[in-house]
């Protein structure tokens, strides 16, 4: 990495900078070896300690365990998305991202030592017993999940079908509760689509897995035959409460109503491995207008979408500000050891902005009317609350991610089906962007995941 940095510098400073040629590689040399000598001379402390613990520790450590715990911390002090997987947990992620799996259903992340509830995935265990977005779980079982790590919680959540499972919930202003839930074979249907008022087509994506992409082209050409194509005014598409998912779905699913022009680009640590990617012809709605709904539970995969048609001016936002996760993750196998998830890049839309910890700015602002139970607590914090994330100047925090369970009550929905039967014709249908080249989404064996 050094030595490609020295590169990049040399080309940059001209040719006055081959006169120091010899002086700097001998500099240079000198430097390298005693950043070498300082990451040994660390890696010598940690072992160390690590015999130190394993020697005098009260009680015989797991030593596996303990390599375990020392790789995930660093890791974890890198960013908020960068993790270790060990075999157990890269198996299921691999069996989530394909879209089926066995569990509960519902999206978590941990925070303050507690796990949190993203999301509960729709027609799912999690959804039919009520849980909601920012419920906090507590104890599984009869076991405290303060101690765990993420991947210990998730594992105590998932086992065989039609077993069950006693969670202990904490809501904002009621006293903590328990439910049990039954545990299912998952099948994440990414994509849910419905007729509005006979003219509009809804189409729902909940995540982007391996089958998003099919799933919404299948929805559309449903929804376009029962509609009938001179009659349909445009396509709604809801991304909000969407967690993200694969890259390439959300590469895919933009080009879906694009012709020509980017879609995203990637930039990472070293310039070489900058990528962009562009639509190709065949915009499958056949330029009809589109309105794309986002709030605060709306992130990186969704973000990208929105991004992108939002930048060709091919769809109008609605809602509130979304999450703001603008970095990429990219699993890397390590062997039969599992895998390393790990921040590689930062994304970029077309217009060469960079969302992270600012989210994306809806072209129209449309507010809930939020119970008065959840006042003031519906609100996610955003990539700008969660610690240790990728700093990105002036940065904006979560917004509201409260969707009604009835459509009727959903001002965001009403106000996009309104404006899609309004007198603003042609506002959101003009692609715009340079000629389309091909772009792949996978280098070797790595799998690019923002989730």
Known sequence: MRKL???????????????LASQTQMMLSTSAVAASAETYRQLSLFGDVFEKVRADYVEKPDE?????AAVNGMLASLDPHSS????????????QTSGQFGGLGIEVTMEDGLIKVVTP?????????????????????DDQVQGLTLNQAVDKMRGPVNTSVRLKIQRAGKEPFEVTLVRDTIRVRPVRSRVEGGDIAYLRIGQFNEQTYESLRAQIEKLTAEIGPDKIKGYIIDLRNNPGGLLDQAIMVSDAFLDRGEIVSTRGRNSEENQRFNAKPGDLTKGKPVVVLVNGGSASASEIVAGALQDHKRATVLGTRSFGKGSVQTVIPLGGNGAVRLTTARYYTPSGRSIQAKGIEPDQEVLQDIPDELKGKDETKGEAGLKGHLKNGEEKGGSSAYVPSDPTK???????VEFLRGARKGAANANAGPAPTDAGTQK???????N
């Not at 997987?85 to 691999?94: G, I, N």
């Not at 959804?127 to 419920?135: I, P, S, T, Y």
């Open 5 to 19: 940095s020295l590169l990049l510098l040399g080309a940059a400073a001209g040719a006055g900078a081959a006169t």
């Open 64 to 68: 596996g365990k303990l390599i375990e």
């Open 84 to 95: 270790y997987m060990d075999r157990k947990s890269f198996r299921d992620m691999q069996v």
């Open 121 to 141: 995935i729709d027609e799912t265990p999690a959804a039919r017993a009520g849980l909601l977005a920012n419920d906090v779980i507590t104890q599984i079982d």
């Open 410 to 416: 959903d001002k965001q929905l009403i106000a996009a």
């Open 444 to 450: 070797g064996d790595k799998l690019a995941v923002p």
